[in-house]
């Protein structure tokens, strides 16, 4: 049975930087992308990047220039770093794992089908 | 703005079928695969349908997805008081080359 176990600070001071990791424990930590989804309190799911085994990341265009992913094979952990948040961050943090292949198109997006338990990440001075 | 829309509430009771639509574009449903999940008050997403129509182990057979050209629809049969939660819908979007969510709909079983 796959788990996914996330974890980071919950409170940030604007323009500090977030940062979370999240632990994969069962199944196998290659040929999976690893994620990350944030929700703003009462709003609808954003996709932030993910990263895959190998380090090969995919950043939403609209976060990149803050974004910051990597992942350590040998603890079977991946990680986000955001950079100078501000309010508009304030959301629930979740990892999760992505199904899939970019090398077959028809099959590239078979859903996240294991998530974290979320952190609630808030911004505010 | 979410780039594919969907409804922002929809209701039935219990035993009928409901169905949520997912309306997108070319560049994402009318090109890509599309699933849905399921979000409880406080708790993270659980995959429902993927690649339009396909249920994962576990999910009972009262949920069923299908695709018309840009959108897709979950259909919920048999309804139950459980079935009261947020849907959303994905689907990967060519042109932010990542996948793209619905704004949700929130379904309440009267």
């Known amino acids: 049975q796959v788990q996914l176990q996330q974890w980071g600070a919950g409170l940030l001071k604007p323009s500090e930087t977030l940062s979370l990791t999240c632990a994969v424990y069962g199944g196998s930590f290659s040929g999976f992308y690893w994620s990350w989804i944030r929700q703003p309190p009462g709003k609808g799911l954003e996709w932030i990047g993910e990263?895959?085994?190998?380090?090969?990341?995919r950043y939403n265009p609209s976060l990149r220039s803050r974004v910051i992913m990597s992942v350590d094979t040998s603890t079977n952990q991946f990680s986000l770093k955001l950079t100078s948040v501000t309010a508009a961050d304030t959301a629930v943090y979740y990892c999760?794992?992505?199904?899939?292949?970019?090398?077959?198109?028809?099959?590239?997006?078979?859903?996240?089908?294991?998530w974290g338990q979320g952190n609630l990440v808030t911004v505010s001075s | 703005q979410s780039v594919l829309t969907q409804p922002p509430s929809a209701s039935a009771t219990p035993g009928q079928r409901v169905t949520i639509s997912c309306s997108g574009s070319r560049s994402n449903i009318g090109t890509n695969t599309a699933n849905w999940y399921q979000q409880l008050p406080g708790s993270a997403p659980k995959l429902l349908i993927y690649?339009?129509?396909q249920r994962p182990s576990g999910v009972p057979d009262r949920f069923s997805g299908s695709k018309s050209g840009t959108s897709a629809s979950l259909a919920i049969s048999g309804l139950q008081s459980e079935d009261e939660a947020e849907y959303y819908c994905?689907?990967?979007?060519?042109?932010?080359?990542?996948?793209?969510f619905g704004g949700g709909t929130k379904l309440t079983v009267l």
């Open positions: 990263v895959t085994h190998s380090g090969s990341t």
């Open positions: 690649n339009f129509n």
């Open positions: 999760a794992r992505r199904r899939g292949s970019d090398v077959i198109v028809a099959v590239r997006f078979l859903g996240y089908d294991y």
């Open positions: 994905a689907a990967w979007d060519d042109s932010l080359n990542g996948p793209v």
